[in-house]
């Protein structure tokens, strides 16, 4: 059974850094891209970064130079570094995988970052 669970979020005011952290299911992990996605109220869920099973990473625009996200396959653990933190960056984070072969996206519930002072 696969699962996701996402831990990390926390207030933080603007300027600040942040690491969120997921750890996946080790059946999927290493046949999976990883990402991370967000979402306000009121809006869809929308791309932040990911990172293929070969660590080729890709960033939104409005995070670029300020985001990274990296994967310990030893751990199963998919991580986004966010520094210069924003309050438009404020919103509940999801990890998502997409593993090779089964053509099925897995979500995590979601961590919720609040950038404010």
């Known amino acids: 059974q696969v699962q996701l669970v996402e831990s990390g979020g926390c207030l933080v005011q603007p300027g600040g850094s942040l690491r969120l952290s997921c750890a996946a299911s080790?059946?999927?992990?290493?046949?999976?891209?990883m990402g991370w996605y967000r979402q306000t109220p009121g809006n869809q869920r929308e791309l932040v970064a990911t990172?293929?099973?070969?660590?080729?990473?890709n960033y939104a625009d409005s995070v670029k130079g300020r985001f990274t996200i990296s994967r310990d396959n030893a751990k199963n653990v998919v991580y986004l570094e966010m520094n210069s933190l924003k309050p438009e960056d404020t919103a509940v984070y999801y990890c998502?995988?997409?593993?090779?072969?089964?053509?099925?996206?897995?979500w995590g519930k979601g961590t919720l970052v609040t950038v404010t002072s």
């Open positions: 990172i293929t099973s070969g660590s080729n990473t």
């Open positions: 080790r059946s999927i992990f290493s046949i999976s891209d």
């Open positions: 998502n995988a997409r593993p090779a072969f089964i053509s099925m996206n897995y």
